[in-house]
């Protein structure tokens, strides 16, 4: 078993899956963090290989909005989650950025096509297989593949872990504008103007009708009106 610095720094350590943890919108505060993007993207090895390879197999959409869901993540943590950063500091966005460069890799046409497996399975395999080979230590590795299989996992019982949680709601924040006061809108403005969303609303929730029409046993269809909501994001209407 990892230490537990390396449990917290990889994002292990559970919380609520019902979020309880999150704080309402009367209580969360938020303000226009800091978003200098050089700054804040991690600079290790293993992020700039899995990063490399991620821009030769995803859509420029799909891409954009990964990158989008680090910045809305990175924001969220450093805002209302500082103790999950407290004694790890920024290397807990390393792991952060892998799991966000990873999340949609299933969703592309060729590996859709290469299995029967549900999208978030499949890229989260992957990820557990290439990130290991780039060099990431097994759990940190082991960290993003459950982060991924289960970032479409919502639900009222158990737990998840941090990562877990946070590609979950950042996810959600972009794909269908939920929890909006968790990122200030300053924000979005200079997040989306960084990596334009290329009308990702109506791309996604196209992608979402391909993955059931070819897997109808796919874990997708557990979220009921998924496209609907992805296609109806007002939050994000004004930047598409």
């Not at 292990?12 to 969360?28: F, Q």
């Not at 972009?174 to 200079?190: A, F, S, T």
Request: net charge negative; hydrophobic share 35%; with cysteine.
């Amino acid at each position: 078993m990892p230490s537990k610095q390396h449990t917290e720094e990889f994002g292990w350590p559970s919380v609520p899956r019902n979020r309880s943890n999150i704080p309402s919108k009367s209580d969360a505060h938020t303000t226009p963090v800091d978003a200098n993007f050089e700054a804040i993207w991690p600079k290790s090895d293993v992020v700039k290989r899995a990063q490399d390879h991620i821009k030769t197999v995803l859509p420029t959409e799909t891409y954009n909005h990964s990158l989008r869901v680090y910045y809305y993540g990175h924001a969220m943590v450093t805002q209302h989650f500082p103790s999950w950063i407290a004694s790890v500091g920024d290397r807990f966005f390393e792991t952060w950025a892998l799991t966000c460069l990873y999340h949609d890799i299933g969703t592309t046409e060729a590996n859709r096509a290469d299995t029967h497996m549900s999208f978030e399975f499949q890229g989260g395999f992957l990820a557990l297989q290439q990130l290991q080979g780039f060099g990431a230590p097994k759990p940190q590795a082991e960290s993003v593949c459950e982060a991924i299989i289960r970032h479409q996992d919502p639900g009222e019982t158990g737990t998840i872990s941090r990562m877990g949680q946070l590609v979950q709601i950042a996810t959600e924040f972009d794909n269908m504008g939920w929890q909006p006061h968790l990122v200030h809108e300053d924000v979005i403005k200079r997040v989306v103007e960084r990596h334009p969303r290329l009308k990702w609303s109506s791309c996604f929730s196209q992608t979402i009708n391909a993955e059931v029409d070819a897997k109808p046993w796919c874990h997708t269809t557990a979220l009921e009106g998924f496209a609907e909501d992805v296609a109806g994001n007002e939050l994000m209407r004004p930047y598409e």
